[in-house]
């Protein structure tokens, strides 16, 4: 073989060889779950913009019940169901909420610190298989983490450790996956505040997920059954959702009202 032939050779294998590794690196490093996204994210916004409302209108304890009802009714309306297959379970849902959030605002104001008893007692009743990533994002709340990118893809290893979950039936992946949004939102949300930890701050955010697990679990205890046999599956998970978003703005709203805050 000629010196220019053994050259062509050689720098053809080389070409090859890197073309391997090349293509070897992107498939390890961008996998088709690396890309996943939380198909229930727009909850989280539905939820901020909820209390924004609340505080713009100067909505009181008297009227946040029936204000975020209609609210959330509004925002999802193009998924409305049967209002009186539902209320049953709405009225047991606000009520749930709105004691978290006097709860949780009346333990902030006493002692500083996070303590609910109905929250506590509905963290024990949330489902084994279920309970497991409810309990992650409660860590990531405790976090106190300032880093919102870390923060988000702490979210999102949960997010997809729920989709790949074999445990998981489809309405309780949509369940926690807005109970995930919500709690990521309001993080967010409260992102500023939580840099000198007022003590409003980690009680909104844990207020949130509480009320939003109350709704989660007001629909699983009390709606599940009914709606899902009237709608089928897909009305079962809306108006589960309708209850999960629905919880976590009242509960939220409730203690920052109750603590004085609007």
């Not at 490093?29 to 939820?47: A, C, Y």
């Not at 909820?50 to 193009?78: C, P, Q, R, Y």
């Not at 997010?159 to 990521?184: Q, R, V």
Request: aromatic share 12%.
């Amino acid at each position: 073989m000629s010196a220019i032939k053994r050259f062509y050779f050689y720098a053809a294998c080389f070409l090859a060889l890197s073309a391997c590794t090349n293509d070897e690196s992107f498939l390890i490093d961008s996998t088709p779950e690396s890309e996943f996204v939380n198909p229930m994210s727009f909850i989280g916004d539905i939820h901020n913009q909820g209390l924004d409302a609340i505080s713009f209108n100067l909505v009181g304890m008297d009227s946040v019940n029936s204000f975020t009802s209609l609210f959330v009714e509004d925002k999802l309306a193009f998924k409305a169901l049967p209002l009186y297959e539902i209320n049953e379970v709405t009225i047991k849902t606000l009520s749930i909420a709105k004691k978290i959030g006097m709860e949780y605002s009346q333990s902030y104001l006493t002692r500083g610190e996070s303590e609910s008893q109905t929250a506590d007692s509905l963290f024990q009743e949330i489902p084994y298989h279920c309970k497991p990533f409810i309990d992650e994002m409660i860590q990531i709340i405790d976090s106190n983490d300032m880093d919102s990118v870390r923060i988000a893809q702490k979210f999102s290893e949960i997010n997809l450790a729920i989709n790949e979950s074999s445990y998981l039936s489809e309405e309780d992946k949509n369940g926690l996956w807005s109970c995930s949004a919500i709690a990521f939102s309001s993080y967010m949300y409260n992102l500023k505040s939580i840099s000198t930890r007022a003590v409003t701050a980690e009680a909104v955010v844990k207020a949130d997920l509480a009320g939003a697990v109350g709704g989660f679990l007001s629909w699983k205890f009390w709606g599940k059954t009914a709606a899902g046999l009237v709608f089928g599956p897909q009305g079962a998970v809306i108006a589960a959702t309708k209850e999960i978003v629905k919880g976590a703005i009242v509960s939220s709203a409730v203690n920052v009202i109750s603590g004085g805050y609007l």
